[in-house]
C-alpha cells in the first residue's frame, strides 16, 4: 500500500512539473510576441545645424613719464557671430549673422569714442543641379550699424580775460564733431539669383547675374556724400551745390540697382584652435554701367590661446566708387580700409556632431 502511494505521488510531482514547464513556455512565447509588435525606434533626421561664438575684448594703455609722449586709453568691444545651417536632400542653406559694437575712451578727449560697429546678415541657399558641385542659388544680404558715428574735430581753443587757454568743454568737443555714418546711413541690401559652386567644403563661389539691390541713406546730411541722387523737380541740376548750399532735402534716400554680383568664401579650421574666413563680394550695376562695380573684403583670423580665450585680427575694405572719402580727389573716390586686432574671453556653442 505505501508503495502504491508512493508512486501516485511521484506521477503527481511529474504532472505538475511538466504543466509548469507549459505555463512558462507559453509565457516566453507570448512575451516574444508582444516584443515583435512593438516598433523600432528611428532616430529623427536633423536638418538644421547652429552655431553662436561671442567675444569680449577689452584693451587699455598707461602712459606716466613717457617721453615719447602718449594718452591713457581704454576700449570695450564685443561681437556675436552666429550661423543656422540647412541640410536635406539637395537642398542646402547658410544663414549667418554678424554684430559688432565697441567703444573707447581716451584722455586726449573727454568723451567716447565709437571704434567698431557693424550688423550684417547673409542668407544663401542652394539646390543641386545635375553637374557636380554645382547648385542653383539664391542669396540675400544686407549692412548697415547700430549708432551714428563721428570725426571728432579738436575745438578753436578760447582764452580767458587774462589770456589763459580755457580747456575745451566736452559740450565744445561734441559741437566740432562731423557726422560720418549712422543707422541706415548707409544700409545695403541685396537680392541674387545665380549658380553656386562649391568643389571643396572650405571653397564656394556664388555668380549672381541677375542681382537687384538697394542703397539707403535716412540722414539727409550725409546723402551726398554715399552718391544720392537730386529729387526730381529739385530746384539744383549739381549735386555738390546743393550739398555746399546744405539744400540736404534735395536728396534722395535710397536709390535701387539691378546688375550682377560674384562673391566668394574661403574658410580654414586647424585642430579646432587656429581659423581663418574671408570673404570678397563684388558688384556691377547695369544701370550705370560707366561706374565701377562695388568691391567688399572681409577677413577674420581667430587663435584660440586657452579655452576661453583667443587672439582676433579683423579687416575690413570697400571700395565704393559713389561714396566721398578721399577729399584730395575731386571726385572723392578712395578704398576704406578699417582693422581691428583683440584679445579677449571668447565662448562658442553648437550643434553636437552625430
Do not use: C
Not at 137 to 157: H, I, L, V
Not at 199 to 228: C, H, I, Q
Not at 281 to 302: A, C, H, M, S
Amino acid at each position: 500500500m505505501k508503495k502504491l502511494f508512493l508512486v501516485m505521488a511521484l506521477f503527481a510531482t511529474l504532472a505538475a512539473q511538466a504543466q509548469n514547464t507549459q505555463t512558462a513556455a507559453a509565457e516566453a512565447a507570448a512575451a516574444l510576441t508582444a516584443a515583435e509588435d512593438v516598433p523600432e525606434q528611428v532616430e529623427k533626421p536633423r536638418y538644421w545645424s547652429h552655431k553662436l561664438v561671442t567675444n569680449l575684448n577689452f584693451g587699455q594703455t598707461f602712459f606716466s613719464q613717457w617721453a615719447a609722449g602718449g594718452y591713457n586709453s581704454v576700449s570695450l568691444t564685443g561681437t556675436i557671430d552666429g550661423s543656422l545651417n540647412f541640410v536635406k536632400g539637395k537642398l542646402v542653406g547658410t544663414n549667418h549673422l554678424v554684430l559688432d559694437y565697441g567703444f573707447l575712451y581716451s584722455a586726449d578727449k573727454p568723451i567716447l569714442q565709437k571704434n567698431k560697429d557693424r550688423i550684417y546678415f547673409e542668407s544663401k541657399w542652394g539646390y543641386e543641379t545635375p553637374v557636380k558641385n554645382l547648385s542653383y542659388s539664391a542669396s540675400f544680404d544686407f549692412r548697415t550699424q547700430f549708432d551714428n558715428n563721428y570725426d571728432y574735430k579738436t575745438p578753436a581753443t578760447v582764452n580767458d580775460a587774462e589770456g589763459n587757454v580755457i580747456e575745451p568743454s566736452v559740450q565744445d568737443w561734441l559741437d566740432a564733431r562731423k557726422l560720418k555714418s549712422g543707422f541706415f546711413s548707409p544700409a545695403y541690401l541685396n537680392i541674387g539669383i545665380g549658380a553656386l559652386w562649391t568643389p571643396k567644403p572650405w571653397f564656394s563661389l556664388n555668380v549672381a547675374p541677375v542681382s537687384g539691390g538697394a542703397v539707403f541713406v535716412d540722414l539727409p546730411e550725409l546723402r551726398y556724400t554715399y552718391g544720392m541722387e537730386l529729387k526730381p523737380g529739385s530746384t539744383y541740376t549739381d549735386r555738390k551745390q546743393a550739398y555746399t548750399d546744405g539744400a540736404f532735402q534735395e536728396f534722395k534716400s535710397a536709390r535701387m540697382e539691378l546688375g550682377a554680383s560674384l562673391k566668394l568664401d574661403m574658410g580654414w579650421v586647424i585642430n579646432d584652435v587656429f581659423s581663418y574666413t574671408t570673404q570678397a563680394t563684388l558688384f556691377y550695376n547695369y544701370l550705370t554701367p560707366k561706374v565701377e562695380p562695388r568691391i567688399t573684403w572681409d577677413n577674420k583670423i581667430t587663435w584660440k590661446v586657452a579655452r576661453f580665450f583667443a587672439i582676433n585680427l579683423s579687416t575690413y575694405m570697400i571700395y565704393d566708387p559713389l561714396v566721398q572719402v578721399n577729399p584730395r580727389r575731386e571726385d572723392g573716390k578712395g578704398l576704406q580700409f578699417k582693422e581691428f586686432f583683440e584679445l579677449g574671453f571668447t565662448y562658442a556653442i553648437g550643434s553636437k556632431k552625430k
